[in-house]
């Protein structure tokens, strides 16, 4: 039986590949307190996984915009994956006590996850529009240009919709041809039109199947978001975010926003 290579004249090929001295350098907890770590790494794994997903629906747009909506679905599956990764990332969070929280939050200060860049570039993908969700970051001139690119770019659901256009689905002009940067309205046309595609189409048509993994990953977006509003409420009640919003009601209200919102609305219909 062959054992493992011991023998490495420099840095092990894992540590150069990893870049585990540069990862856990990050690691810089602003206390003592015990349950920091967990609340850091959580962060920073979700930070990750948020880089992840963005550069997947990138790709799930231009597999689109190529007329391949399998090759768009089989992007989305994955990111479904992940989305199931990232919710159950939450759980390392769930023994924290307000008290304990309360050890290290001051040592927060302004920081907040509202201010993630890369977070927000996944709500704009997703088709979640809003200019002022950008200014945050207008001290970072390269973020803040290619979130405003973003936010100008056609969404990965006006990338499906003008796909729907070209299947011979009848999508207003309107829709077509708005302005991306603007926040979505939705179209009784296009919910008739998703009424369609699980009516008359089923399991194995490309369309159908592009349907349930967009609704899938609608799904698991908004577990992520309940959970985290848990996450809120348990280790912080419902006091005022370390971001200056209001915390878990600001919350709440973010989240009635659905992605993808005429594949929700057309279940009525069918
Ligand atoms: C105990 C844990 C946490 C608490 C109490 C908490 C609290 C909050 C609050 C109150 C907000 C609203 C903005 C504000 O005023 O700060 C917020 C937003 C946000 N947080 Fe957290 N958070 C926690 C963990 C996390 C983690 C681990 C992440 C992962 C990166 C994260 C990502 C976000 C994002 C992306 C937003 C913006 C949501 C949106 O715009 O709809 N949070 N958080």
Known sequence: MRTPTVDFAHRTPY?????????????RPRTDEPE????LVTTQVMELYFGLIRTELELAVRRL????????????RRVTRYLGVLTAAWSALGTLTPPRFNAFREKLGEASGFQSAMYRHVEFL???????????????????????????????????????????????????????ADPYEPSPVVEAAWVRVYTELGPGDTLWE????LTDVA??????????????????????GTGGSSGAGWLERTMGRDVF???WSARTAM
């Open 15 to 27: 540590d150069e590949y990893v870049g585990t001295d540069v990862l856990h350098a990050l690691l």
């Open 36 to 39: 920091e770590p967990a609340f």
């Open 65 to 76: 915009d190529e007329d391949d909506a399998a090759g768009a679905t089989a992007v989305l």
């Open 126 to 180: 997703l088709g979640n529009k809003s200019e002022p969700m950008t200014r945050p970051h207008r001290g970072s001139p390269e973020t803040y240009r290619e979130l405003l690119a973003a936010l100008r770019a056609p969404s990965l659901y006006d990338a499906v919709l003008a796909l729907l256009s070209r299947s011979g689905h009848p999508i207003p002009a309107a829709t077509l041809t708005r302005d991306p």
């Open 210 to 213: 592009l349907a349930e993994a």
């Open 219 to 240: 799904e698991r977006f908004s577990e992520w978001r309940h959970r985290h509003l848990m996450a809120v409420r348990r280790t912080m009640g419902a006091k005022i």
């Open 261 to 263: 919102p005429e594949l």
